[in-house]
């Protein structure tokens, strides 16, 4: 992928995510089955998305945070590769469950 991507540090595994400066490849790592960390502003406070296609993976990263499996969010998305929806989950993050920068 020809963007910068960033790793993280975890308790969960060495890079249980990765951030693109690109939504477009953010999204092809998710549909890949990769964990996809996406931050923006929700009512001008800081939140992230954990978006996968792989939602056991992100149950196993939920559960290391300690995340209620009942928060994990069902979301069809469209594939930017094949312009096809596939089933896709994400958790929202906010406050301390987002990770550092």
Known sequence: ???EST????????R????FARRREGMIHA???????HRHLWKDRPMAHLVSTDRERLL????SVGLP?????YKPLKDPLSGEQRPAWHW????DL???R
């Open 69 to 73: 499996d009942s928060r994990l969010q």
């Open 31 to 37: 549909m890949s089955g990769g964990l996809w960390l």
């Open 92 to 95: 929202d993050l906010v406050g």
């Open 1 to 3: 992928m020809s963007s």
């Open 60 to 63: 196993r990263y939920g559960r």
């Open 7 to 14: 790793n993280r540090d975890s308790q969960f595994h060495d």
């Open 16 to 19: 249980p995510y990765q951030e």
């Open 98 to 100: 987002i990770p550092p």
